[in-house]
T-cell receptor, first 115, second 114 residues
Framework: DAKTTQPNSMESNEEEPVHLPCNHS???????IHWYRQLPSQGPEYVIHGLTSNVNNRMASLAIAEDRKSSTLILHRATLRDAAVYYCILREVNAGGTSYGKLTFGQGTILTVHP | DVKVTQSSRYLVKRTGEKVFLECVQD?????MFWYRQDPGLGLRLIYF???????EKGDIPEGYSVSREKKERFSLILESASTNQTSMYLC?????????????FGNGTRLTVT
């Protein structure tokens, strides 16, 4: 499985933007980039995913480098509720266009948000 | 919203006991998964199922089995619990109908084996 590398921890102040980086230099053409986060005492929660183009949703934005070897999750205005472990995951879609959804989680980035 | 419900939040069992962890999802998802989460090791996939009565081994299936008799329910079974199975267990589900559909996780069962 292609691997990802993330910083162990990052800190931010409330209401400031946060850029969470992820390196995936061995990414293949069929790998989607997924981000999940895990709040304290909860299961992981889906945040966003993309293949080649930048993506936006109500939770965050995903910026993908042109060569796809890295990506950045952007939280536009961090709140205290965004304090969590953020996981960057590569997910392969098979030739049939389906994915059974097996995800390989790394250690993630612990995001601390200061008031 | 998709809801994945794990029957117990905390469970304490004795070594050698047979343990059942239950998971139910309410969105008619085809795929269901069992992960365990340990400090320093992250989440590791134990088993998954993509249909009723179908199962596939994940990365660490030893010491575990699963049962999926109904589409909405996926059970993880520890045939003879051991102390090294003390962990947080997370169930998840996803649909096969969407390409790269996200996984929806329950809030976990923290199992302690004494």
């Amino acid at each position: 499985d292609a691997k990802t590398t993330q910083p162990n921890s990052m800190e931010s102040n409330e209401e400031e933007p946060v850029h969470l980086p992820c390196n995936h230099s061995t990414i293949s053409g069929t790998d989607y980039i997924h981000w999940y986060r895990q709040l304290p005492s909860q299961g992981p929660e889906y945040v966003i995913h993309g293949l080649t183009s930048n993506v936006n949703n109500r939770m965050a934005s995903l910026a993908i480098a042109e060569d796809r070897k890295s990506s950045t999750l952007i939280l536009h205005r961090a709140t205290l509720r965004d304090a969590a472990v953020y996981y960057c995951i590569l997910r392969e879609v098979n030739a049939g266009g389906t994915s059974y959804g097996k995800l390989t989680f790394g250690q993630g980035t612990i995001l601390t948000v200061h008031p | 919203d998709v809801k994945v419900t794990q029957s117990s939040r905390y469970l304490v069992k004795r070594t050698g006991e047979k343990v059942f962890l239950e998971c139910v999802q309410d969105m008619d998802h085809e795929n269901m998964f069992w992960y365990r989460q340990d400090p320093g090791l992250g989440l590791r996939l134990i088993y998954f199922s993509y249909d009723v009565k179908m199962k596939e081994k994940g990365d660490i299936p030893e010491g575990y089995s699963v049962s999926r008799e109904k589409k909405e329910r996926f059970s993880l079974i520890l045939e003879s619990a051991s102390t090294n199975q003390t962990s947080m267990y997370l169930c998840a589900s996803s649909t096969l109908l969407l390409r790269v559909a996200p996984l929806h996780f329950g809030n976990g069962t923290r199992l302690t084996v004494t």
